[in-house]
């Protein structure tokens, strides 16, 4: 049986139950669920915009120069709409599957696994889009005080980009979540893939590789593309090429990772 990833299956009511039975329990933990991990941004943007920031001074983006903490500030919210959903789908979905057996709970109704690893990638995506509006808050605010120099009209923007973005990631987590075999094997995917990843994606500081393969493959990273566009609506003249790049990486990858987590996960729980 094929396990490829169907679309018509995210508007389905069985879809949409997960997502709310995610949102539910999140709403009832909400303190403790979104208060530090939507806070850990924050601490980034003081210790690198303002203490590193006094260090670096301005710096070279485009041709025209630029503040460091202004450079970081659209890469710090990149990094926060791939981070959020991939350790969202990474850690969580895990507990829901394992520990919880949450899964085998739904799977006992007549949802399917197909709409758990769809609402598992919705929700994370959501969870991304969150945690990205209050960096957004925190960087008008900082912008009104002078801290930095950003176009705050597209900040309404960027959430909304993330979504889109963070279902990639959400997929591409919850690969692993099928994959390791307990939890303590979680160090893997966090120190070997996500936090590399989410550093050198031209978030922080800019990478520009001049080795052909290296340069391929930063074209091919979604993150880099969305740390760009960011960018370019927030410190450039709008929206540019980096828009259409993310939007086909994204896809892409999407198509990537949902197929191998449908895969893995059927094997991981029903052994098929």
């Known amino acids: 049986m094929s396990w490829s990833p169907r679309l018509r299956d995210l508007p389905d009511w069985r879809t949409r139950a997960v997502f709310e039975r995610n949102a539910q329990v999140y709403l009832r933990n909400w303190r403790t669920a979104f208060l530090p991990p939507a806070l850990e941004p924050i601490v980034s943007l003081l210790a690198f915009g303002i203490g590193l920031g006094a260090y670096v ?11 460091y903490i202004s450079y970081m500030a659209p890469g710090l919210v990149a990094q926060t709409v791939f981070a959020t959903p991939f350790f969202e789908s990474l850690y969580s979905s895990y507990v829901r599957m394992f520990y919880q057996k949450t899964w085998d709970g739904l799977l006992a109704t007549q949802v399917e696994l197909r709409h758990i690893v ?3 990638i919705t929700w ?3 969870r991304g889009v969150m945690n990205a509006s209050v960096v957004c808050v925190v960087l008008a605010a900082a912008n009104a005080l002078g801290v930095l120099h950003i176009h705050t009209a597209w900040l309404l923007a960027l959430p909304l980009i993330g979504f889109l973005a963070g279902w990639c990631f959400a997929a591409f987590g919850l690969c692993f979540t ?18 590399p990843l989410g550093l050198i994606s031209n978030t922080y500081f800019p ?4 080795n ?4 391929a493959a930063m074209q091919a990273n979604p993150i880099y593309h969305l740390a ?3 960018r370019a609506l927030l410190i450039g003249n709008g929206p540019d090429v980096h828009l259409a790049w993310l939007a086909g990486t994204s896809a892409i990858w999407l198509l990537v990772f949902a197929t191998a987590a449908q895969t893995l996960v059927h094997r991981r729980v029903l052994g098929e």
């Open 57 to 67: 001074g301005a710096m070279k983006w485009h041709g025209q120069s630029v503040d």
């Open 124 to 126: 994370a995506s959501a």
């Open 228 to 230: 760009e566009l960011y």
């Open 118 to 120: 769809w609402g598992e």
């Open 207 to 210: 990478i520009d590789p001049h």
């Open 178 to 195: 099928a994959l390791v075999p307990s939890i303590d094997h979680m160090n893997f995917p966090v120190f070997l893939v996500g936090i």
């Open 212 to 215: 052909a393969i290296l340069a």
